[in-house]
């Protein structure tokens, strides 16, 4: 365990501090515990499982809304990691035209958004 929270599991918020080992994705980081949880699911799970996306389950207004918080800290984490990723493509010399293209934007719009 580190002593400072670098990020937060994806999936559960807890800090690298607080777990064992903290994965990192494109942007997103899921923890030891998670992943343990993810294995018992995979174990478990009926091969004819259909993919339903998680808000079209018959689900009630309060775990509904509980889940907007949640959902709303990942995606602030997100954006300030790719924050945080693009102001490294700059210190390494990276041009706004390259960063641009590499997110699919215009150098313009690069510039607007993380400058
Ligand atoms: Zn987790």
Same mark, same amino acid.
């Given at each position: 365990?580190?002593?400072?929270?670098?990020? +937060?599991?994806?999936?559960?918020?807890?800090?690298?501090? %607080? =777990?064992?080992?903290?994965?990192?994705?494109?942007? =997103?980081?899921?923890? $030891?515990?998670? =992943?343990? *949880?993810?294995?018992? /699911?995979?174990?478990?799970?009926?091969? $004819?499982?259909? *993919?339903?996306?998680?808000? !079209?389950?018959?689900?009630? *207004? !309060?775990?509904? *809304?509980?889940?907007?918080?949640?959902?709303?800290?990942?995606?602030?984490? =997100?954006?300030?990691?790719?924050?945080?990723?693009? /102001?490294? /493509? +700059?210190?390494?010399?990276? @041009?706004?035209?390259?960063?641009? %293209?590499?997110?699919?934007? @215009? &150098?313009?719009?690069?510039? %607007? &958004?993380?400058?």
């Amino acid at each position: 365990m580190g002593t400072a929270v670098i990020a +937060r599991c994806s999936f559960c918020a807890k800090p690298n501090t %607080e =777990v064992e080992t903290l994965i990192g994705g494109p942007g =997103v980081f899921i923890c $030891d515990g998670c =992943v343990q *949880l993810c294995v018992t /699911a995979i174990d478990g799970k009926p091969a $004819d499982a259909p *993919l339903i996306a998680p808000w !079209e389950h018959d689900l009630p *207004l !309060e775990q509904v *809304l509980s889940n907007l918080g949640p959902v709303s800290a990942a995606s602030t984490q =997100v954006q300030q990691n790719l924050a945080a990723w693009v /102001a490294k /493509a +700059r210190a390494l010399g990276g @041009t706004w035209s390259q960063i641009g %293209e590499a997110l699919g934007m @215009t &150098r313009q719009s690069a510039w %607007e &958004r993380f400058a």
